[in-house]
């Protein structure tokens, strides 16, 4: 299967907390993309981390990515309520074509 | 940002009846398309890479005769679960790829819960 994984499954916090969630994938990638799901609904995209980059920052979110480990982590810093949500990973080829998803790390943020 | 509209949203349906699932984007053209099965609190499956004017590049294990893919046109891709069956219940999310120049984002719709009694 083509599919990462992510860690933890499930994970709660006290609102202003940092949120760290971690994917790991299997085969070489052109980029890697975190989205956001709320429940029963379509996915948001957060943020793309290709392949020759070490960390990207975008608001409150910062991603790395070590191509060497084929694994990826999420930061949420100072989260909020509305924060609560599944997250996953999703790992483009290089062939561009494909788009494969990390099982997901369902956050919950306690206001 | 670029919209993914999917209809509907719900369907409850008899087994052996087929079911049509409509993915549209609605201001950008979409050349290739995505199908995805998701179950409750489990993660996104690849069902189906669909091209426009090709057909559909099914991953392994989904039954292309039971998943019809259409992607007629840059803006329409349609899955048609034909001869449903209780076991095909489930959430079902399309996204399109919206590929300009260093742009590789998914945008996705906002899914499809199939119940088949």
């Known amino acids: 299967s083509q599919q990462g994984e992510e860690d933890p499954q499930a994970l709660s916090i006290q609102e202003g907390e940092n949120a760290t969630m971690n994917c790991s994938y299997k085969?070489?990638?052109?980029?890697l993309q975190w989205y956001r799901q709320n429940s029963g609904r379509g996915l948001v995209h957060l943020i793309l981390i290709r392949s020759n980059e070490r960390e990207k920052h975008s608001g409150r979110l910062r991603v790395t990515l070590d191509t060497s480990k084929k694994s990826s982590s999420l930061l949420i810093t100072a989260s909020r309520a509305a924060d609560t949500a599944s997250y996953f990973c999703?790992?483009?080829?290089?062939?561009?074509?494909?788009?494969?998803f990390g099982t997901g790390t369902s956050l919950t943020v306690i206001p | 940002g670029a919209v993914v509209s999917q209809h509907p949203s719900w369907v409850i349906c008899k087994s052996g009846t087929s079911v049509k699932i409509e993915c549209r984007s609605l201001?950008?053209?979409?050349?290739?398309m995505f199908w995805y099965r998701q179950f409750p609190k489990q993660s996104l499956m690849l069902m189906a890479t669909s091209n426009e004017g090709s057909k559909a590049t099914y991953e392994q294990g989904v039954e292309k005769d039971k998943f019809l893919i259409n992607h007629a046109s840059l803006t329409l891709s349609t899955l048609t679960v034909t001869s449903a069956h209780p076991e095909d219940s489930s959430f079902y999310i399309c996204s399109a790829s919206a590929r300009r120049t260093g742009d590789e984002k998914l945008f996705f719709g906002s899914g499809t819960q199939l119940s088949v009694l």
């Open positions: 201001d950008f053209q979409a050349t290739t």
């Open positions: 999703a790992t483009s080829t290089n062939t561009g074509n494909q788009f494969y």
């Open positions: 085969t070489s990638i052109n980029n």
